[in-house]
């Protein structure tokens, strides 16, 4: 069966400081990804997406950007955190478009 | 990007009553999916819609896509004590990416 990992679940970093969130998917090959945000008490923003290996639209411009360097992994960054970049980061994948996304547990980000 | 809109954003019922939110789309929409985010954790896939007019139930749970497709309801029968939580809409015009609605955080009260 399909499982999907993010790491870690939670993260403290203080203002300027590089940012590197992991995802990665098991069970399958070619998933779309996605990396979304979630503010506190708010919807998801959608953040990036990938169809496939070096495919990654952006959504949003910001100082984050993303990175898929393998087939099921998929990486989000930043060189220099803001403190609007708190909240809650959830990565997601979905066997094709169209069908349902299965979400990671998450990862809580602090800026301090 | 789309812009999805739910509301109510907050709902408290006693337990045994029913529950509905409503999304809205300012474009038409191909696909809508429904989630559930528990307190503390992730979005669930619960079901997604796409023809016009389509109604589908799950125990409990009916949701229905309207007509034009620019609409969708989600209600719930009875609740009960573990169906707190927040309900998402997401919408597509392409297929390819969703946009999530604001959600409706519901609460039931014993």
């Known amino acids: 069966s399909q499982t999907i990992h993010q790491w870690p679940a939670t993260l403290v970093q203080p203002v300027g400081s590089p940012l590197s969130l992991e995802c990665t998917v098991e069970?399958?090959?070619?998933?779309?990804l996605y990396w979304y945000r979630q503010a506190a008490g708010r919807g998801l923003q959608l953040l990036f997406y990938?169809?496939?290996?070096?495919?990654i639209s952006s959504e949003v411009p910001q100082n984050l950007s993303a990175s898929r360097p393998q087939d099921r992994q998929f990486i989000l960054s930043s060189k220099k955190l803001l403190l609007s970049d708190s909240g809650f980061y959830l990565c997601?994948?979905?066997?094709?478009?169209?069908?349902?996304?299965?979400f990671g547990s998450g990862t809580r980000l602090t800026v301090v | 990007g789309q812009q999805v809109m739910q509301i109510p954003q907050y709902q408290h019922v006693q337990e045994g009553e029913d529950f509905t939110t409503y999304c809205n789309s300012s474009?038409?929409?191909?696909?809508i999916q429904w989630y559930k985010q528990r307190p503390g954790g992730h979005p669930v896939f619960l079901i997604q819609l796409v023809k016009s007019g389509e109604v589908k139930k799950q125990k409990r749970l009916t949701f229905q896509f309207g007509e034009a497709k620019k609409n969708s309801s989600l209600h719930i029968t009875a609740t009960q004590t573990t169906d707190v939580g927040t309900y998402f809409c997401a919408g597509s015009n392409t297929g390819n990416q969703f946009y999530f609605g604001t959600g409706t955080s519901l609460t039931v009260i014993p």
């Open positions: 997601a994948w979905s066997p094709d478009p169209g069908y349902g996304y299965t």
């Open positions: 474009t038409t929409l191909s696909n």
């Open positions: 990938s169809i496939g290996i070096d495919q």
């Open positions: 069970g399958t090959s070619n998933p779309n």
